[in-house]
């Protein structure tokens, strides 16, 4: 593993352990326990849960999250080059905003699109889901990176 010294101890701890143990939680729930998981976006009192359209769905954003996870777990270990982790911090911002973007639809198709429709799932999956893409924001907008975010010239 690389010498710690380019990257903050606070997002070097969120980006190596807290990200890939919550992408991991999500993929295990969207393979083990679909179900749950629909549920959480769409209520079954409003459709339910059907596992034949369900499913892959659930196991291709399963795979969405395990190359986040590895990719967090692997590549960023193996470098503190900056510029590498903003790289791979863009990437999974992009998919935050597209995952925020599919609840606030969702919602919308609901007619839940109101903070008295909100249940606890879905305030969970929001503040999760914001959080993780407000911390790549700020580490990408290079916040709180010091002296250490200026990029090197290339010759």
């Not at 990200?19 to 295990?28: E, F, S, T």
């Not at 305030?123 to 407000?134: A, D, E, S």
């Not at 790549?136 to 916040?143: K, M, Q």
Request: hydrophobic residues 50%; glycine residues 6%.
């Amino acid at each position: 593993m690389a010498p710690s010294t380019n990257i903050p101890t606070f997002y070097r701890i969120f980006f190596l352990y807290v990200d890939p143990l919550i992408a991991g939680w999500g993929v295990y729930m969207n393979i083990f326990t679909p179900q749950v998981s629909v549920d959480a976006f769409v209520p079954a009192s409003i459709s339910p849960y059907n596992a034949l359209q369900s499913t892959p769905l659930c196991h291709q954003i399963a795979g969405g999250l395990l190359t986040c996870a590895v990719l967090d777990f692997t590549l960023l270990r193996r470098t503190n080059e900056v510029w590498i982790w903003q790289a791979q911090q863009y990437a999974q911002l992009a998919y935050d905003i597209v995952i925020l973007w599919s609840i606030r639809t969702s919602l919308d198709q609901q007619g839940r699109l109101s903070l008295a429709g909100l249940r606890v799932e879905d305030w969970g999956t929001i503040v999760i889901v914001f959080v993780c893409g407000l911390l790549r924001a700020l580490f990408c907008a290079n916040i709180g990176l010091g002296a250490t975010a200026k990029p090197k010239k290339r010759t």
